[in-house]
């Protein structure tokens, strides 16, 4: 496959990369036609079929905004992984849920895009933390953690789960044939696994608000 890139595509995935880092969204046709100067919808579509022919770029077919960064064209710019940040979670009692809607998207730190279970994780995101349950566990009120989506988990691990009384995040602990999600503050209580009620949803990676 081929890897060079001309300056003039290199310019356009540039407009893609500032467009998703500013407004949480790829430029449309129209955007790029403007931003470019071009004179058809065409032209902008010959550039994105190159970049993605060449590895650069995914586009989702018939969404306007369906074009992602791939991990070539992110290299080519000189950039990190991104990941969106979609909302919040409790760490305390429970909320509703966490937005589905990615209100930005920010660079990851090289060390951090370079952990093995970001890179074998095509679904990673970034959500804030609200509450002080696992204060002991070194997650902090307002602090920003890096999950994954995953169906395996081991005891110990930090999760968000899915509750009837909405989403939380907890230590996830497997004991004597005993199931629950433990807290990190003695203040709060452990909350029993009841199967059919609670759903695991993501696995704490990384709290980004402790990286230095």
């Known amino acids: 496959m081929k890897t060079s890139i001309t300056e003039k595509q290199k310019k356009v995935l540039g407009l893609i990369y500032e467009s998703i880092t500013s407004s949480g969204f790829p430029p449309t046709l129209a955007d790029l036609k403007e931003l470019l100067n071009l004179s058809s919808n065409q032209a902008v579509l010959n550039y994105l079929i190159s970049l993605e022919k060449q590895g650069f770029i995914t586009r989702e077919e018939g969404q306007a905004r369906g074009i992602k960064i791939a991990p070539l064209g992110l290299k080519i710019l000189g950039k990190q992984r991104l990941a969106p940040v979609v909302g919040m979670v409790a760490a305390g009692p429970c909320i509703e849920s966490f937005s589905e809607t990615h209100f930005k998207w920010v660079e990851l730190p090289a060390g951090i895009a370079e952990n093995e279970k970001i890179k074998k994780s095509e679904d990673v995101f970034i959500i804030h933390v609200t509450g002080d349950s696992m204060i002991n566990a070194g997650i902090d009120d307002g602090n920003m953690l890096l999950v994954r989506k995953t169906k395996e988990y081991k005891s110990g691990d930090i999760v968000i789960a899915r509750t009837d009384n909405g989403r939380t995040v907890k230590r996830f602990i497997a004991e004597g044939g005993k199931r ?16 059919g009620e609670v759903f695991f949803e993501v696995q704490v990676i990384i709290n980004l608000s402790k990286v230095k």
């Not at 629950?180 to 199967?195: F, V």
Request: hydrophobic letters at 30%; zero cysteines; proline letters at 25%.
């Open 180 to 195: 629950y999600l433990k807290p990190e503050n003695p203040i709060y209580q452990n909350i029993p696994i009841i199967p």
